[in-house]
T-cell receptor, first 108, second 116 residues
């Protein structure tokens, strides 16, 4: 079955602390994975995609095929990182499967 | 020009009434998606269109929900006989044709539906 799992509904960290938002996937093909973010009062938007191996706003995500994971990491969280984060698996054609989301709170 | 637009931005209705939610995708985008975002429930897929046809309606929660897309552009999501559990933010997204194994979805601002 094709599935994206984000085990944490809510994650709370202090400013300056490292943050890791977990994402695991189930897919028999070669996965294309993404992270989307929704800041307060803003639209849901693409944050980063694994294929580009980029760092966006200090966030990185590495695809680990052995562990079927695509965790989102940032070494030093900022208050402006507080948002809802969705991990997404592209399964081909026009279909993308989204996880249930993790709400990140960064406390001052 | 602008991104995906949705109307209305807010809708308050009484239980049992029908509602229509509208989505205007980015011009030229082939696919259009509807999602529901409920507090504590994350992003729930409802339906997607490729052109005017809907290859996947698997997420529609009941037969009270229906959607159509005309002219490969505007889409309307209709909820008949609304129930309180239908209260949520309904998001629309559109995407161009996949390119090099990549298909980004562009989201609208959402319609917040409240059923009293």
């Amino acid at each position: 079955a094709q599935r994206v799992t984000q085990p944490e509904k809510l994650l709370s960290v202090f400013k300056g602390a490292p943050v890791e938002l977990k994402c695991n996937y189930s897919y028999s093909g070669s996965p294309e994975l993404f992270w989307y973010v929704q800041y307060s009062r803003q639209r849901l938007q693409l944050l980063l995609r694994h294929i580009s191996r980029e760092s966006i706003k200090g966030f990185t995500a590495d695809l680990n095929k052995g562990e079927t994971s695509f965790h989102l990491k940032k070494p030093f969280a900022q208050e402006e990182d507080s948002a809802m984060y969705y991990c997404a698996l592209y399964t081909g054609g026009f279909k993308t499967i989204f996880g249930a989301g993790t709400r990140l709170f960064v406390k001052a | 020009g602008a991104g995906v637009s949705q109307s209305p931005s807010n809708k308050v209705t009484e239980k049992g009434k029908d509602v229509e939610l509208r989505c205007d995708p980015i011009s030229g985008h082939t696919a259009l998606y509807w999602y529901r975002q409920s507090l504590g429930q994350g992003l729930e897929f409802l339906i997607y269109f490729q052109g005017n046809s809907a290859p996947d309606k698997s997420g529609l929660p009941s037969d009270r929900f229906s959607a159509e897309r005309t002219g490969g552009s505007v889409s309307t999501l209709t909820i008949q006989r609304t129930q309180q559990e239908d209260s949520a933010v309904y998001l629309c997204a559109s995407s161009p044709r996949p390119y090099q194994g990549y298909n980004e979805q562009f989201f609208g601002p959402g319609t917040r539906l409240t059923v009293l």
